[in-house]
């Protein structure tokens, strides 16, 4: 399954983005699905999960401000990501895992002005 990351943009401080994953299969079967990030010289971190049950995990940075979810019926996943911070911009990986077979998207950027 291909992923293709999207919704990415330049955004101020305390402001809003929703980005967007499109899958070109089924994101109903895969176990696992998130959202990760790379600042510059940093390692990739993980951001939010979202698990085949619907239960979810977040970076303790994120958590109560970026809401991970999916669309099975469109096979996107999403991000809302609320109260932006300087320290937010990175760019950001979709990720998905069906049966141990990992796929990464193609990145998008997020800058977040001061």
Known sequence: VQLQASGGGLV?????????CAASGSIFSANVMGWYRQAPGDKRELVAHLFKNGNTNYADSVKGRFTISRDN????????????????????????????MASWGKGTQVTVSS
């Open 12 to 20: 101020q401080a305390g402001g809003s983005l929703r980005l967007s």
């Open 73 to 100: 019926a469109k096979n996107a996943l999403y991000m809302q990501m609320n109260s932006l911070k300087p320290e937010d911009a990175a760019v950001y990986y979709c990720y998905g895992s069906w049966y141990g």
